[in-house]
């Protein structure tokens, strides 16, 4: 079954900083992930995704990750952090059913 | 294009009270589903639906009740609404499922969320 792992609930970082979010995931099979980013009182926003094409997978803001097979992660990384970077990240994963399996989040917190 | 809409956006119940979530999304999508959001948790799939007139069970299902009668609405009732149903509800739409090929089919697209509280 598929499973994601998100170490850290909040990360701090300062402006200008590198941003780095964990990611890890559980599966038999290569999986389908995604990175999702909230901004307060708004719905979710797809940042990115992983679907094997690439193990380098570039997103929407300056935001990345990289695939890991031998980490089983997908970490999401960003040079240098702005102060509308600020929300709260959650990785995922595709099941077989095409439903989403959410990690618990991460809240990015951007000090000036 | 409006995407996916989400009616209310907020509320407040009694206990024992009924209400339903309305989502619509005019993107011609297959699948729809609905999720709750509780803090520490991330989202948690309640039901979801591959099509119009199916629907099906997600990981928290006890306590809501869905139908997908048109392919641009899936509703989301709670026929007796209890404290622990206090959350962020949030609705999502996709192409559907498709292969390596059409990883396009795959992403899901979000509303803004209907807060409701249950007192």
């Known amino acids: 079954a598929q499973s994601v792992t998100q170490l850290g609930s909040h990360v701090s970082v300062s402006e200008g900083a590198l941003v780095l979010l964990r990611c890890n995931y559980s599966s038999s099979v290569p999986p389908y992930l995604f990175w999702y980013v909230q901004y307060p009182n708004q719905g979710l926003q797809l940042l990115l995704k992983y679907t094997s094409a690439a193990t380098l997978v570039k997103g929407i803001n300056g935001f990345e990750a990289e695939f890991k097979k031998s980490e089983t992660s997908f970490h999401l990384t960003k040079p240098s952090a702005h102060m509308s970077d600020a929300a709260e990240y959650f990785c995922a994963a595709l099941t077989g059913a095409n439903n989403l399996f959410f990690g618990t989040g991460t809240r990015l917190t951007v000090i000036p | 294009n409006a995407g996916v809409t989400q009616t209310p956006k907020f509320r407040v119940l009694k206990t024992g009270q009924s209400m339903t979530l309305l989502c619509a999304q005019d993107?011609?999508?297959?699948?729809m589903y609905w999720y709750r959001q509780d803090p520490g948790m991330g989202l948690r799939l309640i039901h979801y639906?591959?099509?119009?007139?199916?629907?099906a069970k997600g990981e928290v299902p006890d306590g809501y009740n869905v139908s997908r009668l048109k392919k641009q609405n899936f509703l989301l009732g709670l026929e007796s609404a209890a404290p622990s149903q206090t959350s962020v509800y949030f609705c999502a739409s996709s192409y559907g499922a498709g292969s390596r090929l059409k990883s396009s089919y795959n992403e899901q697209f979000f509303g803004p969320g209907t807060r409701l509280t249950v007192l």
């Open positions: 639906s591959v099509g119009e007139g199916t629907t």
């Open positions: 993107m011609n999508h297959e699948y």
